[in-house]
């Protein structure tokens, strides 16, 4: 089965840039959503189709995919993007949503 | 606006049965495909089930195939999870969440529910 690979975790001082990984097999040629679950509440998609935003989410997320790897980028870090994220894909050989562990990010 | 309410969560013994229920308001629900996911406690999330618009189309994760059903009334607005034969590693809070298309197949998961916590314990 697919699997997705991120980072447990990442750090970043606030107003800096943050990037998450998410590595898979050839998933540059998969379309890769990203979700925002902050502490007691449902996950939120803040990017879609490898790059681009729901209405609603701010411009300082952006994402990227080509070759193994995917990335989230949030520009201008803020205290309230302190959330775990995980990045999603469907795999269609197997017929199943796949998503990654997900990655704790941190703002010093 | 978009509403998805969970129900039918609470402790459960090892082997017995559960049924959780999905109330959609705010948007068409029977043309969107439909989405559980589950979180068990501390942990990530693990898709378990889709059902197209329709209900004509269903796919299971390979841990809940053959024990969970997905199913749907769209006269009804509702999405269902029929659990059987409980196990310890069920214990998760469970999402129902809406697809951005009606196959529930590629496109995300635009909403999701608060979500209903399923304990399972002797």
């Known amino acids: 089965s697919y699997v997705l690979t991120q980072p447990p975790s990442v750090s970043v001082a606030p107003g800096k840039t943050a990037r998450i990984t998410c590595g898979g097999n050839n998933i540059g040629s998969k379309s890769v959503h990203w979700y925002q679950q902050k502490p007691g509440q449902a996950p939120v998609l803040v990017v879609y189709?490898?790059?681009d935003r729901p209405s609603g989410i701010p411009e300082r997320f952006s994402g990227s995919n080509s070759g193994n790897t995917a990335t989230l980028t949030i520009s201008r870090v803020e205290a309230g993007d302190e959330a775990d994220y995980y990045c999603?894909?469907?795999?269609?050989?197997?017929?199943?949503?796949?998503f990654g562990g997900g990655t704790k990010l941190t703002v010093l | 606006q978009v509403q998805l309410v969970e129900s039918g969560g609470g402790v459960v013994q090892p082997g017995r049965s559960l049924r959780l229920s999905c109330a959609a308001s705010?948007?068409?629900?029977?043309?969107?495909?439909m989405h559980w996911v589950r979180q068990a406690p501390g942990k990530g999330l693990e898709w378990v089930a889709v059902i197209s618009y329709d209900g004509s189309n269903k796919y299971y994760a390979d841990s809940v195939k053959g024990r969970f059903t997905i199913s749907r009334d769209n006269a009804k607005n509702s999405l269902y999870l029929q659990i059987n034969s409980l196990r310890d590693e069920d214990t998760a809070v469970y999402y129902c969440a809406k697809d951005l298309d009606s196959s529930g197949r590629s496109l995300p998961f635009d909403y999701w529910g608060q979500g209903t916590l399923v304990t399972v314990s002797s």
């Open positions: 189709d490898d790059s």
């Open positions: 999603q894909v469907w795999d269609s050989s197997s017929d199943h949503w796949v």
């Open positions: 705010g948007f068409t629900f029977s043309s969107y495909g």
